[in-house]
T-cell receptor
Framework: AQSVTQLDSQVPVFEEAPVELRCNYS??????LFWYVQYPNQGLQLLLK??????LVKGINGFEAEFNKSQTSFHLRKPSVHISDTAEYFC????????????FGAGTRLAVHP | DAGVTQSPTHLIKTRGQQVTLRCSPI?????VSWYQQVLGQGPQFIFQ???????GRGNFPDRFSARQFPNYSSELNVNALLLGDSALYLC?????????????FGAGTRLSVL
């Protein structure tokens, strides 16, 4: 069965420091990978996606992620965070073919402190 | 351009009642998906519709049903509400990139069952 694991439930970090949010998935078929961000009392906003091609993907708000097929990972990174990046971040996977439902991880709470 | 719109934003019901949630997709998107997000967890897939046909269903009881209309808007119905149905219900509309579906989410409907 396919699954997504976000290894950290909470990540505290100081403003302007770098951050990495970790995501691993399990699948026996080709996957598409996504990161979404959820601000308090809001829906999900797409940060970035990997469908094919370059394994380094750049998204909005200065975030980027790298697809590592051998390690089945898709970690999210930002070189310098801002207070406004405080939010819940969800890694999600869908599968090529079929109807592309998203399977989400449990989320990582990023808390940026001044 | 308008994003995915959901109504109502908040809803309070009592056990045993029925509820209908509504979703309007982004213009040009023909597919709508529904997800349930329980507090502190990642979203769980409920249904996906494309061109008024159900393409997929998650592991939810038959109390949950949905439909899609000719204008691609959608309704999610939940009968015989239980306390455990309290959650944020998210609607996503999607278009097919040349490689796969990209899902865009609305702000959600927060359902509280008392």
């Amino acid at each position: 069965a396919q699954s997504v694991t976000q290894l950290d439930s909470q990540v505290p970090v100081f403003e302007e420091a770098p951050v990495e949010l970790r995501c691993n998935y399990s699948s026996s078929v080709s996957v598409y990978l996504f990161w979404y961000v959820q601000y308090p009392n809001q829906g999900l906003q797409l940060l970035l996606k990997y469908l094919s091609g370059s394994t380094l993907v750049k998204g909005i708000n200065g975030f980027e992620a790298e697809f590592n097929k051998s390690q089945t990972s898709f970690h999210l990174r930002k070189p310098s965070v801002h207070i406004s990046d405080t939010a819940e971040y969800f890694c999600a996977v869908s599968f090529s073919g079929g109807y592309n439902k998203l399977i989400f991880g449990a989320g990582t709470r990023l808390a940026v402190h001044p | 351009d308008a994003g995915v719109t959901q109504s109502p934003t908040h809803l309070i019901k009592t056990r045993g009642q029925q509820v209908t949630l509504r979703c309007s997709p982004i213009s040009g998107h023909k597919s709508v998906s529904w997800y349930q997000q329980v507090l502190g967890q990642g979203p769980q897939f409920i249904f996906q519709y494309y061109e008024k046909e159900e393409r997929g269903r998650g592991n939810f009881p038959d109390r949950f049903s949905a439909r899609q209309f000719p204008n691609y808007s959608s309704e999610l119905n939940v009968n015989a509400l239980l306390l455990g149905d309290s959650a944020l219900y998210l609607c996503a509309s999607s278009f097919r990139d040349r490689l796969g579906d990209i899902q865009y989410f609305g702000a959600g409907t927060r359902l509280s069952v008392l």
